[in-house]
C-alpha cells in the first residue's frame, strides 16, 4: 500500500459511479476492492473483484474472506431497484448493513464509508420541490432508501468507530456503456437516429422539459467530491449535494448538441422513445456494422423508458452547492462542457459515428 493511502471497498464497481471512483483511486496509489455480482466490462486494470451478493449477508462475508480485514474506507455505490419504494428501501439498506458488517466483523480499520444518494431525496422524481434544494430540507414523503441509510450511518457509525458522508448529485453526465440510465447515452442514440432518418434534432421529452432550469453532475466532479468526502476531516459526518456550478435549459444546450452532430436544431417534438429505441433496433445494428461501430446492441447504450421518464418532468431541478463549498470544496465543471465532453468520450469509443 502506497504511504497515506487507504484500502477502498467499493460497492458497485461495475456501475458507472463505482467503476469512476475506482479508476480515480487506483490512479493515486490506493488498494482497490471491486465488489459487485458481475465483474466490470471492460476489466479495470489493478482492481481486486469479489464476485457477490450484497443482499446475502453470510455469503457476502465469505466471499469477501480476510480481503474485508484490510478495507480502512467503504465506497457504496450500489442499488437494487424495485417498483415498491418501501421495498426498494429496505433492501438497499440491507444491502448497505451487509456490506458494512462484513467489513467491521473482520476487525477491519474502518476510518469512513460514503455513500451515494441524489436529488430524489427531495422528492425531484416525484413532483415540484423547493428550489435550490438544501441539504437539511424536509425529506419527500415516499419511501425512500437514502432515508434509511443515511439514518443508520448516523446511529451506527459512532457506536463503530468510523465516520460517514453522503453526496446527492443529480442527472450523471459521462460515458458508460452498459449502463443505460444516462440520459447523455439517450440524447446520443437519438441525435444518431435523427441524423439516419435525415431530420432535425428535435427534441424528444416535453415542452416543460425542454424551458425548465436543468442540472446535471460530471461524473468526474461526482469522483472528487466522494474522495474528498472520504479523506477530508471537514466533511465527516454530513451529507453534501453535488451539481456542476450552472444550471441550464435544455433549450438552450440544443443548438451545440445539434451542431455537434452536424444537425439543425428543431424544436419539442414529444415522441415515445421506448418505442422509437426498439423499433431502430436492428437499423442500430446494420448502422454500427457500417461505420465500424464497437456496440450494435442499443439496449446497451441507452434505455427508451429511462429517457421518456426523465424527459417528461415539467419542475425546476436546483440544488444549492452552498454548504460542500463553505466546508472546502471548490472544484467547478460547466454544464455545457460536460455534456459535449461526454459526447465526444461516445464518439472516441465507437458508441456512436
Known sequence: MVAGKGVALIAGVSGIVGRGIATRLLAEGWQVVGLSRTPPKPPIDGLEHVS????????????????????????????APDPDPAVEAARNTAMLVNTVDAVTAAGAPLAHVHAVHGTKWYGSHVGPFKTPAEEDDPRCPV???????????????????????TTRPHLLIGFSLGYPHNILSVVAVHAVLCREQGRPLTFPGTEGHFHRVSQVTDIELLVDAMRWCATDP????????????????????????????GLEAGGVETES????????????????????????????IASGPYGDTTFSATWDDMSSTVKIRRAGFNAVFSSRESLLGALAAYRRHRVIP
Open 273 to 300: 422513445l421506448t418505442n422509437s429505441f426498439s423499433t431502430a433496433a436492428d437499423a442500430w445494428r446494420a448502422m454500427a456494422a457500417r461505420e465500424g461501430l464497437s456496440e450494435p446492441d442499443i439496449g446497451r
Open 52 to 79: 457477490a451478493d450484497m443482499a446475502d449477508g453470510m455469503g457476502l462475508r465469505t466471499r469477501l474472506g480476510d480481503t474485508a480485514g484490510r478495507v480502512t474506507h467503504v465506497f457504496y455505490a450500489g442499488r
Open 143 to 165: 419511501p425512500n432508501f437514502y432515508f434509511d441509510q443515511q439514518d443508520w450511518l448516523e446511529a451506527e457509525a459512532p457506536k463503530r468507530g468510523f465516520a460517514w458522508s
Open 234 to 261: 471537514r466533511a465527516a459526518n454530513q451529507p453534501y449535494n453535488v451539481i456542476n456550478a450552472d444550471y441550464f435549459r435544455w433549450r438552450d444546450v440544443w443548438p451545440a448538441i445539434a451542431d455537434f452532430f
